[in-house]
């Protein structure tokens, strides 16, 4: 081999080894935002597997619903769907936290003859007809 042989093989070596150094950091920080993504999305799906929300009682204009699972909810971030029309416009009594084994109260709204969703802030839903 001639000087030009190992000059070019020198090249070659550096610069795979530099476009290593430039990878691997790339690689390495994709790696873990997915990583956090996947314990994100775990912890999320098992707070919605442990929370249950069931309709006790309902009037024309109110409903109360009961946190039956064993997650703090909070209740301003519920929402309530009458008739597929999402309704922006009621009042949430108490406000805030939501613990485990009690009631809200949901006021100021329609449900003569409805369908009715609740939906809580992490997905988990409870569905009646009236």
């Given at each position: 081999m001639g000087f030009s042989t190992s000059a070019v093989v020198a090249i070659f070596t550096v610069s795979l080894i530099y476009m290593a150094s430039m990878f691997y950091p790339v690689v390495e920080m994709s790696y873990n935002k997915i990583?956090?993504?996947e314990k994100e999305s775990?912890?999320?799906?098992?707070?919605?597997?442990n929370t249950k929300i069931t309709i006790k009682d309902w009037t024309s204009t109110t409903l109360e619903?009961?946190?039956d699972g064993s997650v703090t909810?909070?209740?301003r971030k519920i929402n309530v769907i009458?008739?597929?029309?999402w309704t922006s416009s009621l009042k949430v009594v108490p406000s805030g936290v939501w613990a485990p084994k009690t009631s809200i109260v949901v006021e100021e709204i329609n449900i003569s003859n409805s369908k009715i969703k609740v939906i809580t802030a992490n997905g988990a839903a409870v569905y009646i007809t009236t």
């Open positions: 990583q956090e993504a775990d912890e999320l799906s098992n707070e919605k597997l619903v009961f946190n909810l909070d209740s009458v008739n597929g029309t």
